[in-house]
């Protein structure tokens, strides 16, 4: 056994002596194979230095550090997958601003390297936490819908034809935003009606570049032209009620307002799944479909089990249970304490860092 700097660390080094947090609490156990989230959760408490290595081995280590190899290879899948539909995009918006043609057998091949990543994948939001940065949202946006919208789809049951069309109209839901001009777009503060009502065109840009493509007449263009439109005939830009939407446009719909709440964008920052997903849950029998919402909520639920979380009160624990109604307010372990905030409403969450891809589909 020795002591080794976690900027020298290797993935798959086995964890020597217990770690414990600053304020004594135990952080990771003797034994445990160290992933790059556990590196990354070391140094955020500001440990920098570890003992790794066994007299023996844990049972299963060389099993393990395979499984972690592959978790890797998986990612680094994912990873691809991700720009590769953001190349898509941003060559799509262009050629549209252009006037230009464009083919959709290339969004067609980049969702053939999307699907399989996504439908292999537990936790996709994970993986998109990890790709995610401030830059470039449209295009990031595009492709995270795209997957969630798969996964929605795969939650619901559909069909790979179907995933893939779904795939295909999250990835092009916001070309139409081409045609927008980048002061409305990039607008950090709240748009005026005069803004906001050429934001609105988007979607129906969107519809027309589809019509280009030759995919008028599609499920895909549907779902494109009817991603803004709402349950109760709120939405834009035809106020279509919930019987005249396609699925496809519901799925998207959870998606977009799902991934606009979790990322960071010039007027807003980020929100934790978990106060995202109770959001939506409030837009279920107005806005958003029922059955779509609370299938991708009970999604979220089941992936924050685990997880860390932080509280607005500076304390940071585990979340043991999650009501699928009031998914905002867990029950949270802190140290030998249980903290259940449907009891103390004095108390919110600060973050959630979901669980990693040890679940299993």
């Given at each position: 056994?020795?002591?080794?700097?976690?900027?020298?660390?290797?993935?798959?080094?086995?964890?020597?002596?217990?770690?414990?947090?600053?304020?004594?609490?135990?952080?990771?156990?003797?034994?445990?194979?160290?992933?790059?989230?556990?590196?990354?959760?070391?140094?955020?408490?500001?440990?920098?230095?570890?003992?790794?290595?066994?007299?023996?081995?844990?049972?299963?280590?060389?099993?393990?550090?395979?499984?972690?190899?592959?978790?890797?290879?998986?990612?680094?899948?994912?990873?691809?997958?991700?720009?590769?539909?953001?190349?898509?995009?941003?060559?799509?918006?262009?050629?549209?601003?252009?006037?230009?043609?464009v083919d959709s057998a290339?969004?067609?091949?980049?969702?053939?390297?999307?699907?399989?990543?996504?439908?292999?994948?537990?936790?996709?939001?994970?993986?998109?936490?990890?790709?995610?940065?401030?830059?470039?949202?449209?295009?990031?946006?595009?492709?995270?819908?795209?997957?969630?919208?798969?996964?929605?789809?795969?939650?619901?049951?559909?069909?790979?034809?179907?995933?893939?069309?779904?795939?295909?109209?999250?990835?092009?839901?916001?070309?139409?935003?081409?045609?927008?001009?980048?002061?409305?777009?990039?607008?950090?503060?709240?748009?005026?009606?005069?803004?906001?009502?050429?934001?609105?065109?988007?979607?129906?840009?969107?519809?027309?570049?589809?019509?280009?493509?030759?995919?008028?007449?599609?499920?895909?263009?549907?779902?494109?032209?009817?991603?803004?439109?709402?349950?109760d005939g709120s939405g834009?830009?035809?106020?279509?009620?919930?019987?005249?939407?396609?699925?496809?446009?519901?799925?998207?719909?959870?998606?977009?307002?799902?991934?606009?709440?979790?990322?960071?964008?010039?007027?807003?920052?980020?929100?934790?799944?978990?106060?995202?997903?109770?959001?939506?849950?409030?837009?279920?029998?107005?806005?958003?479909?029922?059955?779509?919402?609370?299938?991708?909520?009970?999604?979220?639920?089941?992936?924050?089990?685990?997880?860390?979380?932080?509280?607005?009160?500076?304390?940071?624990?585990?979340?043991?249970?999650?009501?699928?109604?009031?998914?905002?307010?867990?029950l949270v372990q802190v140290?030998?304490?249980?903290?259940?905030?449907?009891?103390?409403?004095?108390?919110?969450?600060?973050?959630?860092?979901?669980?990693?891809?040890?679940?299993?589909?």
């Open positions: 056994m020795k002591t080794i700097s976690l900027r020298d660390l290797v993935i798959g080094e086995v964890l020597g002596q217990d770690a414990y947090g600053p304020q004594g609490q135990l952080l990771l156990t003797r034994g445990t194979l160290l992933r790059a989230s556990h590196i990354q959760r070391l140094r955020a408490l500001g440990i920098e230095e570890v003992a790794v290595g066994l007299d023996a081995a844990p049972p299963g280590a060389a099993a393990s550090r395979g499984a972690l190899a592959a978790q890797d290879a998986k990612s680094q899948a994912f990873s691809r997958a991700f720009d590769a539909g953001q190349a898509v995009v941003r060559e799509f918006m262009e050629r549209v601003a252009a006037g230009r043609p290339e969004a067609r091949e980049s969702i053939d390297l999307i699907y399989p990543q996504v439908v292999a994948s537990h936790n996709v939001l994970r993986q998109l936490g990890q790709l995610r940065s401030k830059d470039e949202y449209t295009l990031q946006h595009s492709v995270a819908v795209s997957i969630m919208g798969v996964k929605i789809g795969q939650l619901l049951g559909l069909a790979e034809p179907e995933l893939k069309e779904v795939g295909l109209a999250g990835l092009l839901h916001d070309v139409g935003k081409c045609r927008i001009p980048s002061a409305i777009l990039n607008k950090p503060g709240r748009l005026t009606a005069e803004e906001f009502a050429e934001m609105k065109k988007h979607a129906v840009y969107g519809y027309q570049a589809m019509k280009a493509m030759g995919l008028g007449a599609s499920a895909v263009a549907l779902a494109v032209l009817q991603h803004h439109e709402r349950e834009y830009p035809l106020k279509l009620p919930s019987p005249r939407l396609h699925l496809y446009a519901k799925i998207l719909a959870v998606a977009d307002c799902f991934d606009a709440m979790t990322s960071d964008r010039v007027y807003s920052p980020r929100k934790p799944a978990l106060l995202a997903a109770q959001e939506i849950l409030r837009e279920v029998g107005s806005t958003l479909d029922a059955a779509v919402t609370r299938r991708f909520v009970q999604y979220v639920v089941d992936l924050a089990v685990g997880s860390q979380a932080r509280l607005s009160n500076g304390e940071a624990g585990t979340i043991v249970l999650v009501d699928p109604e009031e998914p905002a307010r867990p140290q030998r304490r249980f903290i259940d905030l449907r009891q103390r409403r004095d108390l919110v969450l600060e973050d959630v860092r979901l669980q990693t891809e040890s679940r299993g589909r």
